[in-house]
Nanobody, 120 residues
């Protein structure tokens, strides 16, 4: 059974930092491209970042480029999202997964999410 468990969310002030983690099990993590998506209150899913099986190949949404860094530790079956210079519009539930996001809908395997709130 595929399991994806996010952690590390919380309340942070604007300009602050957080590191999200995603513990993966039930599939061959090292063979899977992994992504983060988010869903802000009242809005649809938004793709944030993807890291390929080879960890040096990454991509980011324009809204987070230069502020967020995706990484993975294949030995620990764990995906990370390092977030800095957080803004109130980064407030959302963040999900990790090996699936895809097409026209605002998620397909495949995704976790249950972790809440990130950016507020003073």
């Amino acid at each position: 059974e595929v399991q994806l468990v996010e952690s590390g969310g919380g309340l942070v002030q604007p300009g602050g930092s957080l590191r999200l983690s995603c513990a993966a099990s039930g599939f061959t993590f090292s063979s899977s491209a992994m992504s983060w998506v988010r869903q802000a209150p009242g809005k649809g899913f938004e793709w944030v970042s993807t890291i390929e099986r080879v960890g040096s190949i990454t991509s980011y949404a324009n809204s987070v480029k230069g502020r967020f860094t995706i990484s993975r530790d294949n030995a620990k079956n764990t995906l990370y999202l390092h977030m800095k210079n957080l803004r109130p519009d980064d407030t959302a539930v963040y999900y990790c997964g090996s699936g895809t996001l097409v026209r605002g809908r998620r397909y495949g395997d995704w976790g249950q999410g972790t809440q990130v709130t950016v507020s003073s």
